[in-house]
Structure formats: C-alpha cells, structure tokens
C-alpha cells in the first residue's frame, strides 16, 4: 500500500507524517514527536498540563491514532487543512494573542536573522525595544536607514530598534539591509501577524524593559519617502518615541489599551491559508499554492498582510494596478487596520 504523506505546519514550522488514510488523521506517535503533547490514559498532555480527549467523540477514532479536526481545537488553536495538498496549518493558541491585545504581554516569537541565526524577544529583555514589521512588497522597506539612525540616536538610552521583514527569504531582504546593524530578521509564516494582530506594514509595537507592550500596533515609517502618498509623516512618530525613551512619556498608554480589535475567525484561517500557500511555494509546489492563496485573499480581502503578500509569490507585481486597485478599495473601505491611528502631527 503507497504510504500518503501530510505535513503538518506547526506555526509554520513543517513537519512530515505518514498520515492514517486522511490528512486530519495522525499517528499518537508522530503527534508526539511533532507537537510534543502525548496522549495519557488523562488525555493529551504536555509536561503538567492536560487536555481531556478520550471523552470527546472521534478525538481517538482507533487505537493509536488522533483525528486533528478534533484535537487541535482543543489545544485552544486554530487549523485548517488543505485535503488536496496534504498539507495542515495550525496556529498560535490563542491565548498568546489574548496576550498580547487585552494583558499586553508581548507574545514571544523566535526568527531568524539574514544570516540564519535565530533571535528571541527574550534578548532583548532589559531594554526598550521599538519593533518593526516591514516588507519587500511595500515601499517601507526603503525605510530601513531612518530606523538605523534611531537606533544609532537613541541606543546609548537603552533603545533596540528590531525590523522583521514578512518575507520567504532572506536573499530577497537582503539588498535593503546593506550598511544597516540593527537586527533584520524575517518571518516567512507571518507569525508575527496572528501573534501582533498586524494587518499592514509598517506596523510598530513598543515594548518596555519587562516585556510589556506600552504602544501597541501603529503605522509608522521611518523617513519620508512616501509621504505625499500614504500621507503619513514619520517626525511625530519618531519624536514620540524619543520622549517615551528619553522622558518615559506614554501618551497613547491608556488609549492603547483595547486598541488593537482581536483577529475574526476568517482573518485567522486567512493567516493559515496562507501559510499552506507560502509554504508550497517554498517547496516549488506553485501550481497548488495558487488555491490555498486565493481562499485566504478571499477571506481576508482587505488585509495586506494576506493579500498583498500573496502577489510576489503568485508572478503579481505588488506596486503594480492590482495593488493600486486594493489600496483604493483599502481607502474606501476606511483603512481598516488592527491597532492605532498613525501620527500625523499639528497642522
């Protein structure tokens, strides 16, 4: 019998299994060694912690085997499963979210820099730390040297400028980070975007010496390049953070609070989806990245995140009039955005 191959997108992290006759059925041995959770007489359990699953109709539909559809939602994550493909993407728990937009603890990630090597935001515990979320298919990528030279203003102070780039690869954000020495990392399964709830780029987070975010998601850039089109300067956001390092100054502390809305249900399987596309890409699979591709831009329309990213991947040219179409549609829609109103300054 011809052995069927599923792999499974652990926040975005591949791994392969030999499925049970479906993608949705798993192995209790391979679910182990892949997520670590292994099923006790208590349930699926993970060190200390159990989730009841014996209980639940289907979560075990044979001896030795767990059904995903069932057990993953358990584990308070959300999946999708591309049948077509093999290929099944589970998300963060959501509790890292609840995390992130009600206690503001800054959800922790690890990516990795240019050059392969892998940060945490555990580095940069002790410090204040301005985080960046960029991309090669926006024009923010050209942003890169006025964020250098806030680091370079304010690193003295205790301020770490970190950007990371939604992008496959390294080679591509490459070129844009010559000459630049604050942390460039990459996140090609866009963890960071259902981590942060982020949406569009730029997107900047403050994050204070204890790992609590004191200025949740903003548009903000780093020069003024673009200005005159996206109509939003970068001095009064450049300046806030000079006071909050220089002077401890919060202004949109309070404000920031619940300003950043939860993700809806279709904006996280959009996410997923994603991640199956962006990962049969990476594979060469092109032709069954398509699909997967077009349900997340079909769930998440005006996300930019899912929408624009998609078009470097699928031959699209991401400043070209399918972008200038989706902005339009963006502003008319009231540029909807997970986070804070961008700072414009007085008039």
């Known amino acids: 019998m011809n052995e069927s191959i599923t792999t499974l997108l652990w926040e975005g992290e591949p791994y392969d299994y030999v499925d049970e006759g479906s993608p949705n059925l798993i192995g209790v041995a391979d679910f182990e060694r892949l997520t670590g959770w292994d099923l006790r007489d208590e349930g699926l359990c993970s060190g200390d912690a159990c989730v009841p699953v014996r209980d639940r109709a289907g979560a075990v539909p044979s001896p030795g085997v767990l059904d995903l559809d069932q057990v993953i939602p358990l584990l308070d994550r959300l999946h999708v499963i591309d049948h077509?493909?093999?290929?099944?993407?589970?998300?963060?728990?959501?509790?890292?979210?609840?995390?992130?937009l009600i206690s503001r603890r800054a959800p922790t990630f690890s990516l990795p820099a240019l050059d392969g090597s892998m940060h945490s935001l555990e580095e940069l515990r002790g410090r204040l730390t301005v985080l960046v979320t960029f991309s090669t298919w926006c024009g923010c990528c050209y942003d890169l040297p006025g964020w250098q030279a806030l680091s370079d203003e304010l690193g003295t102070d205790g301020l770490t400028v970190v950007a990371v780039a939604f992008d496959q690869e390294a080679a591509v954000v490459a070129p844009f980070a010559e000459g630049i020495t604050i942390p460039v990392l990459y996140d090609p399964s866009h963890l960071l975007s259902e981590l942060y709830a982020i949406s569009n780029v730029p997107t900047v987070v403050w994050i204070d010496e204890s790992g609590t975010i004191v200025r949740p998601n903003t548009p903000a850039f780093g020069t003024d390049l673009f200005a005159d089109f996206h109509g939003v300067p970068s001095g009064p956001h450049l300046e806030a953070i000079r006071a909050w390092v220089r002077e401890g100054t919060l202004d949109h502390d309070m404000a920031g609070r619940e300003a950043v809305a939860e993700l809806s249900p279709d904006e996280?399987?959009?996410?997923?989806?994603?991640?199956?596309?962006?990962?049969?890409?990476?594979?060469?699979?092109?032709?069954?990245?398509?699909?997967?591709?077009?349900?997340a831009r079909s769930l998440a329309p005006l996300d930019f995140t899912v929408a624009r990213a998609a078009m470097p991947l699928t031959g699209r040219d991401p400043f070209g009039q399918e972008f200038m179409d989706l902005y339009d549609e963006w502003v008319d829609a009231g540029r909807p955005f997970h986070g804070l109103e961008p700072d414009l300054g007085t008039s």
């Open 84 to 100: 077509a493909a093999r290929v099944v993407s589970v998300g963060s728990t959501q509790q890292a979210r609840r995390d992130a």
């Open 268 to 295: 996280l399987s959009a996410r997923l989806w994603f991640r199956i596309g962006a990962h049969l890409h990476r594979v060469g699979r092109d032709n069954e990245a398509t699909a997967p591709f077009e349900t």
